[in-house]
């Protein structure tokens, strides 16, 4: 969950930059009109800026606006800057939002090109690419203005600069007359921008909701060997404290939550559907501690209007002072009833990289076997945790899911998997056959990053020094 938080952080960032740069160039286009209204300069100042760009060209804004006039049947409209490029600007834009969205949502599927994220994307850099010879030309009138209030040397070398580099629009530009010349300037020179920004907003607008989910134990939990433990939980809206139930998850594999109990040595591995209890506002369920170490469980969910599943780690105790260490040993082979289960991957697994996983399932004769159950919507569940506690996995069978109770999978079974960034993985593979329900442990190695590496050898190091000081 570290790592979420991370994201977010830089997209808080990210969202800075955007907001300064804007902000930046409207202060830089509008200074023409702004500026001789609080005395500095005038309006003869700004009506000879304007006279000198509106008889340059070149640059970026010139060049942009040859590929624009170059595009079949529009290329006349859309290098004029006009009315026709502030409505082809918006048609692209939003129409390519809102066909890109539901494509994503209806047909883009994981681990394949997702042509919808794509179609989106392309409209957006269309619509801005369109508008952007207004803006650049704006830019260019209010540097040279700037440079006006120095000299008439300075505006003349600050054109020369702009007409090579940045560039003027071909479209002419009225003489400003201090704030009332701002309005019309940005119907004319700006329009292209108003329906490009429209199809950006559209596009804020359909990116998931940027929630954040917590849980909270309702009672303390204390696993005990042998002995059944509840586990009492609220899923609660970080940002409003509100409590989310169960009609506001989505139900997915069958299930509107998916909830993973693993003790800490990665051994003790429990699957449980919790129900919701009104009363106490909480989802409830019960497992059988195996061992004595401490326990931890990650909810796997889906919130209704949110396109991607969060998974949220909680540590519910144990014994206290006592954890047994993480074990992660490579295991490729794993048997059960009668069944020899083998785990290979098509790659070496390493860290921050996608892996396909084949399972393959044979009987006592040595035959693939070709009746595996559905279980909670799927032919096998595999679920995995990495070796420091951080990250979680849960995958399904590629292929066609099962439509009914009756429809049988055959091995082998392949699974997509995106590995994080860690040493090794525990996976646990869940199949049904003749209505017994097994689960099988594979533990792989992960080749490591160098941040892992540098990491790990930094811990080496520190437990040598203090092993050495302790001798002395």
């Known amino acids: 969950m570290q790592h979420a938080h991370s994201q977010s952080n830089d997209k808080h960032n990210l969202h800075r930059w955007e907001l300064g740069l804007v902000a930046t160039a409207a202060a830089i286009i509008a200074t023409p009109y702004v500026l001789p209204l609080i005395g500095v300069g005038d309006t003869v100042l700004a009506a000879n800026v304007s006279g000198l760009c509106s008889s340059t060209k070149g640059g970026l804004t010139q060049a942009i606006e040859g590929v624009l006039g170059k595009t079949p049947y529009i290329g006349g409209m859309l290098s004029a800057a006009g009315w026709g490029a502030a409505l082809t600007s918006g048609a692209i834009g939003v129409a390519g939002v809102l066909i890109g969205d539901y494509i994503h949502k209806h047909y883009d599927r994981k681990g394949h090109i997702q042509w919808g994220t794509v179609i989106k994307y392309a409209a957006l850099t269309t619509s801005v690419f369109i508008a952007l010879p207004s803006i650049l030309s704006g830019i260019s009138m209010g540097v040279a203005y700037l440079a006006g209030l120095a000299g008439s040397d300075a505006l003349f070398?600050?054109?020369?600069?702009?007409?090579?580099t940045i560039g003027f629009s071909g479209v002419a530009h009225d003489a400003p007359t201090g704030l009332a010349g701002l309005v019309p300037h940005l119907f004319t020179c700006g329009r292209a921008l108003l329906p490009a920004g429209l199809a950006i907003f559209a596009s804020q607008k359909s990116k998931?909701?940027?929630?954040?989910?917590?849980?909270?134990?309702?009672?303390?939990?204390?696993?005990?060997?042998?002995?059944?433990?509840?586990?009492?939980?609220?899923?609660?809206?970080?940002?409003?404290?509100?409590?989310?139930?169960?009609?506001?998850?989505?139900?997915?594999?069958?299930r509107p939550l998916h909830t993973m109990v693993v003790d800490s040595s990665l051994r003790d591995y429990h699957h449980l559907h919790p129900k919701y209890d009104p009363v106490r506002k909480a989802f409830v369920c019960q497992f059988t501690p195996a061992l004595r170490g401490n326990y931890a469980m990650w909810n796997d969910f889906t919130v209704k209007g949110e396109e991607q599943p969060f998974y949220l780690k909680t540590n519910i105790g144990g014994l206290h002072g006592f954890s047994l260490p993480t074990r992660v040993e490579h295991t490729s082979?794993?048997?059960?009833?009668?069944?020899?289960?083998?785990?290979?991957?098509?790659?070496?697994?390493?860290?921050?990289?996608?892996a396909m996983l084949?399972?393959?399932?044979?009987?006592?004769?040595?035959?693939?076997?070709?009746?595996?159950?559905?279980?909670?919507?799927?032919?096998?569940?595999?679920?995995g945790f990495s070796a420091d506690g951080k990250h979680f996995i849960h995958s399904h069978p590629m292929g066609p899911e099962p439509h009914s109770n009756s429809a049988r999978g055959a091995s082998p079974l392949c699974f997509h998997v995106s590995l994080p960034d860690c040493s090794g993985v525990k996976f646990f593979l869940q199949i049904q056959?003749?209505?017994?329900?097994?689960?099988?442990?594979?533990?792989?190695?992960?080749?490591?990053?160098?941040?892992?590496?540098q990491q790990q050898a930094a811990g080496t190091a520190l437990v040598s020094s203090i092993a050495t000081g302790m001798g002395r």
Not at 333 to 354: K, W, Y
Not at 434 to 440: A, D, I, Q, W
């Open 157 to 164: 070398a600050a054109r020369d600069v702009m007409a090579s």
């Open 208 to 254: 998931p909701h940027s929630a954040e989910y917590d849980v909270t134990m309702v009672s303390p939990a204390a696993p005990s060997r042998g002995v059944p433990t509840e586990l009492a939980f609220q899923i609660v809206d970080k940002k409003s404290g509100r409590k989310i139930d169960e009609s506001e998850l989505k139900v997915l594999h069958t």
């Open 333 to 354: 082979r794993a048997e059960a009833d009668g069944l020899t289960v083998r785990l290979t991957s098509d790659q070496r697994l390493s860290a921050n990289s996608d």
């Open 358 to 383: 084949t399972v393959d399932v044979r009987d006592k004769a040595g035959n693939p076997v070709t009746n595996l159950e559905p279980i909670m919507g799927a032919y096998a569940h595999l679920v």
């Open 433 to 453: 056959r003749e209505g017994k329900l097994l689960t099988l442990p594979f533990g792989q190695a992960v080749a490591q990053s160098k941040a892992i590496q």
